[in-house]
């Protein structure tokens, strides 16, 4: 089955660039997301990139993509205290192509 | 665009009574609606796939006729925990896919935190 794994915490200073890692496994995946949680609430896609793609950049966010190592990652330039929340990585999988969540990283940012 | 309404965000209830929670696409259609429970610090579980018109598809271990599952039109999908026993205290996220659109991202709700005292 399809699984997708991220590391649980990262903490990092303000200021400093941040980077969130995620394996997945299904390699037939033509999307794969990023999505942020803040406390008690939703998460919000930041981003997506197509499986054709290596690199996406928009504004503060660079996802990179490996498909031969299925490893993809989330860097976060500059990162704000109001960048500390959980992020998920996600890829679409099963007949409804629903989305398969990473467990999420707790990105903490410290002043 | 692409937001999901989910009402209510927080509701308290007895144990053995019924809670129906509704999501709403509010300014797109979505044939397909996703409902999740996320526990503390863990990663969303996906309970249900709720399309529009037909018979919602329960992951395993879901029991169907605990949580009830009503996608009636192309902008609503409601969840309804029947008689709730304090294990089923938990938030309840929903998202929707978009009709129109095929990159299969779903847009979330806010969530709903169910505690059943």
């Known amino acids: 089955g399809e699984d997708v794994e991220q590391s649980l915490f990262l903490s990092v200073r303000e200021g400093d660039s941040s980077v969130i890692n995620c394996t997945y496994t299904?390699?037939?995946?033509?999307?794969l997301y990023w999505y942020k949680q803040e406390p008690g609430a939703g998460l919000q896609l930041l981003t997506y990139?197509?499986?054709?793609?290596d690199m996406k950049q928009d504004q503060r966010l660079t996802v990179l993509l490996n498909k031969k190592d299925k490893h993809l990652s989330l860097r976060i330039a500059d990162t704000q205290t109001g960048d500390s929340a959980i992020y998920f990585c996600?890829?679409?999988?099963?007949?409804?192509?629903?989305?398969?969540f990473g467990s999420g990283t707790q990105l903490t940012v410290l002043p | 665009g692409a937001v999901v309404s989910q009402h209510p965000s927080r509701v308290i209830c007895k144990s053995g009574t019924s809670v129906k929670i509704e999501c709403r696409s509010l300014?797109?259609?979505?044939?397909?609606m996703f409902w999740y429970r996320q526990f503390p610090k863990k990663s969303l579980m996906l309970m249900a796939t709720?399309?529009?018109?037909?018979?919602?598809?329960?992951e395993q271990g879901v029991e169907k006729d605990k949580f009830l599952i009503n996608h009636a039109s192309l902008t609503l999908s409601t969840l309804t925990v029947t008689s709730a026993h304090p294990e089923d205290s938990s938030f309840y996220i929903c998202?929707?896919?978009?009709?129109?659109?095929?990159?299969?991202?779903?847009?979330f709700g806010p969530g709903t935190r169910l505690t059943v005292t």
């Open positions: 998202s929707a896919r978009s009709s129109r659109v095929a990159t299969y991202e779903q847009y």
């Open positions: 996600a890829e679409p999988s099963g007949s409804a192509r629903q989305l398969t």
């Open positions: 990139i197509f499986s054709n793609m």
């Open positions: 300014d797109f259609q979505a044939t397909t």
């Open positions: 709720s399309n529009e018109g037909s018979k919602a598809t329960y």
């Open positions: 299904d390699s037939s995946s033509t999307y």
